[in-house]
Nanobody, 125 residues
Framework: QLQLVESGGGLVQPGGSLRLACAASGFALNEYNIGWFRQAPGKGREGVSCISRYDRGTYYTDSVKGRFTISRDNAKNTVYLQMNSLEPEDTAIYYC??????????????????WGQGTQVTVSS
């Protein structure tokens, strides 16, 4: 059974950093496109970043470029999202998702079939 588990969320002050982790079981993450999404209260789920199968490429939404970095540790079967210079607008539940139906990863939630349960990130002073 394919399963994703996110961790690393929490409360941080503006300008601070967090590193989210997305650990997989039941499959090799390297063979899947992995996306990070977030959903703030009252808003839709937004694609934040993704990394393509076999590290073919990465994507970042404009609002996080230069602040967030996605990476993969194949030995740990885990994908990370390093988030620096956090802003209150980054407050949301963050989800990771996996799929292998398309060549490159994308920011569209319909391109993913396996989802984690989410981890809360709160940026506040």
């Amino acid at each position: 059974q394919l399963q994703l588990v996110e961790s690393g969320g929490g409360l941080v002050q503006p300008g601070g950093s967090l590193r989210l982790a997305c650990a997989a079981s039941g499959f090799a993450l390297n063979e899947y496109n992995i996306g990070w999404f977030r959903q703030a209260p009252g808003k839709g789920r937004e694609g934040v970043s993704c990394i393509s199968r076999y590290d073919r490429g990465t994507y970042y939404t404009d609002s996080v470029k230069g602040r967030f970095t996605i990476s993969r540790d194949n030995a740990k079967n885990t994908v990370y999202l390093q988030m620096n210079s956090l802003e209150p607008e980054d407050t949301a539940i963050y989800y990771c998702a996996a799929d292998q139906r398309v060549y490159y990863c994308s920011e569209y939630r319909l391109h993913y079939t396996t989802w984690g349960q989410g981890t809360q990130v709160t940026v506040s002073s």
